[in-house]
């Protein structure tokens, strides 16, 4: 997924302010669900939810106005209810690497509570990742 980096991105120097890059992330999260035939709001209205619950970022090197952005979104693995994907930004000009990161997103209810990953996105990721216990 390509983004372009727009002055409310930065900060005061122009640089891509460091939490502008979770909305990429999350962006792309949510494009990469969709191309799959997820939609997020519709397995929400369907009672799972998938909340991020950890997140480790790696910046590596900054992102500046203007510049535009490739995000790149791979799933690693899957147990019972959570998903964990790996995913980096890199400049598309130049492929440089400039942030990556490790979430983990859970399953939940509609009362935030612990649920079983649908079969649809069991069956849609399955061919990408295997399934853990």
Known sequence: MNIRVYYE????????????????????????FRAR?????????????FPVIRMEIDFKAPA???ELL???TKPVSMSRSTITLSQQ????????LLVSTSVVLACVNGKL???RIPE????????????QP
């Open 9 to 32: 991105d930065t900060d005061a120097a122009g640089v891509v302010y460091h939490a502008s890059y979770l909305r990429f992330f999350e962006r792309a999260r949510t494009e990469y």
């Open 37 to 49: 035939g997820l939609g997020v709001a519709q397995l929400a209205a369907d009672g799972s939810i």
């Open 64 to 66: 500046r106005h203007d």
């Open 70 to 72: 490739q995000v790149i």
């Open 89 to 96: 930004i890199n400049r598309t000009e130049d492929q440089q």
């Open 113 to 115: 509570k612990p649920h």
């Open 120 to 131: 649809q996105v069991r069956q849609a990721l399955s061919s990408v990742i295997p399934e």
